[in-house]
């Protein structure tokens, strides 16, 4: 497999620092809100990706943090009238419920920065101890400088970076590129006692320090959207590198932006959407097909058309699945044919096709591509006479790839009393017509369609799906 490395912008032998094991962080959402757009799509990509390694064989530990203390959590805790952890807590469950939706896995861990404050505290005093950074009023702050690797991220020279600072002096730093590690605290803000006085950690130490907690000083991948390559990631690595004395980090990847009707989506242009807006009008499930239906470094335009029209592309998929398992519950003929044997091979070469598009820099849009000529092959050569174990062999291929990517499930969200209820109407219906009672008949159908229930008339039965 080849991934593209931000760190020397080239597609790169994904080879992992201990065999057969990979080593994952993804940085998580500040917890103030529910989740937007743009934090679903590195979740959601990464998300497949830590699928992908799985389902390569790989045993993966996939870390996600959750940023529980913030100048935006102290904010809405203001707004709210609540404590900050009382907000903190709030929309890690909104986050979860979210993420769910999305078809996003929980990660091995996921660690608060307020579960790891003496850890944040030791790895501060390493930094200190080792002349990296220095104390000032309260504050902790990082010697920019001292790194002489800083901006090998980014790819940003420190004389650049130096004329971008000086618009923002403070008379506690020994230079401007200096950046916090430790925020000494403020009245009406929460606070731990340091060395230092009381405070709080900056934004940029808590990765590098749960990063090494739970995957060790060094790891294979730290993944996140493209806005944070600087500063936060490049402080990351200098804060790590620089305490641990070794390569902080193998592969760096991040997504591309998301642009809403061709506009870079922001909550200054007004056009910023949170993923619980969007699942009033859109199922979750249907978003997450859209987000891998692009190649994750390209950008991503996000409006109604292009939704509508990645779910009528997902409907063609659900479609082949559903005709193929009924077909498979319905029949009576066991055993394949020497002409559907002769097609297995066929079959399987789309798994191939599939690994080839994945192994390609995470090409989900390619990968979905080999779906949709999978369920082309389904549609045409899967017959209302097909054998059960012809239909089956298709079936579990398209199980198999789908599964990777989480997308084209079947649905969960018909309840057991909705089904048995709509069984026993389409019983009533085809009592009516075997009665030649059509006016009944079609008196039922009607009745289904107002439930959102649509029927198919076949060779097998009935077949039934909300609309």
């Not at 859109?282 to 335009?301: H, I």
């Not at 909705?418 to 389409?426: F, N, P, R, S, T």
Request: proline share 3%.
């Amino acid at each position: 497999m080849k991934v593209y490395n931000t760190m020397t912008r080239q597609k790169e032998e994904f080879i992992p620092l201990e065999p057969g094991k990979v080593k994952m962080y993804v940085c998580g959402p500040t917890v103030y809100n529910y989740i937007h757009l743009g934090n679903a799509r590195p979740f959601t990509v990464f998300d497949t990706l830590r699928r992908y390694f799985e389902y390569r064989g790989y045993e993966v530990t996939y870390i996600q943090n959750f940023t529980d203390v913030d100048d935006k959590i102290i904010k809405r805790s203001h707004e709210e009238g609540i404590s900050p952890e009382e907000v903190a807590k709030k929309y890690i469950e909104e986050y979860f419920i979210d993420c769910d939706g999305l078809g996003i896995k929980r990660a091995t861990v996921h660690p608060q920065v307020t579960d790891n404050i003496n850890q944040i505290k030791e790895f501060i005093q390493k930094l200190i101890d080792k002349g990296y950074a220095y104390e000032s009023n309260g504050d902790v702050l990082f010697r920019t400088r001292k790194f002489e690797d800083y901006g090998k991220l980014s790819h940003q020279n420190i004389e650049e970076l130096e004329l971008g600072a000086r618009i923002d002096i403070d008379d506690k730093k020994e230079d401007p590129l200096d950046f916090v590690l430790w925020k000494a605290k403020k009245e009406g803000e929460p606070g731990w006692q340091s060395p230092w006085g009381e405070g709080r950690p900056g934004w940029h130490i808590e990765c590098s320090v749960m990063s090494r907690r739970y995957l060790g000083d060094s790891i294979d991948i730290h993944a996140g959207g493209q806005d944070l390559q600087f500063p936060h990631h490049e402080n990351e690595i200098a804060q790590s590198e620089c305490a641990n004395d070794c390569q902080y980090v193998k592969y760096w990847m991040h997504n591309g932006y998301i642009n809403v009707d061709g506009e870079k989506m922001s909550k200054s242009l007004g056009n910023f959407f949170t993923v619980r807006d969007i699942s009033k009008k859109y199922d979750l499930g249907l978003v997450r097909f859209f987000l891998l239906s692009t190649q994750y470094r390209n950008p991503v335009n996000f409006s109604d058309t292009v939704l509508e029209q990645a779910k009528a592309g997902l409907e063609r998929l659900t479609n082949a699945r559903e005709r193929a398992e009924f077909i498979v519950e319905n029949q009576n003929i066991e055993s394949a044919t020497d002409t559907e044997k002769r097609l297995f091979a066929d079959i399987d070469r789309y798994r191939d096709k599939f690994i080839d598009a994945m192994d390609d820099d995470l090409n989900t849009a390619d990968a979905i591509s080999v779906i949709f000529e999978l369920a082309k092959f389904m549609n045409t050569n899967i017959q209302d006479t097909s054998s059960k174990e012809f239909v089956k062999k298709n079936l579990d291929m398209f199980y198999e790839l789908t599964g990777v990517l989480n997308i084209a499930q079947k649905s969960t969200d018909i309840d057991t009393e909705l089904a048995e209820k709509v069984d026993d109407m389409i019983a009533k219906r085809a009592e009516a017509k075997k009665n030649k009672d059509f006016v009944l008949a079609d008196k039922i159908r009607d009745e289904l369609t107002s439930m959102g229930i649509a029927i198919e008339d076949t060779r097998q039965g009935v077949k039934w799906k909300k609309m």
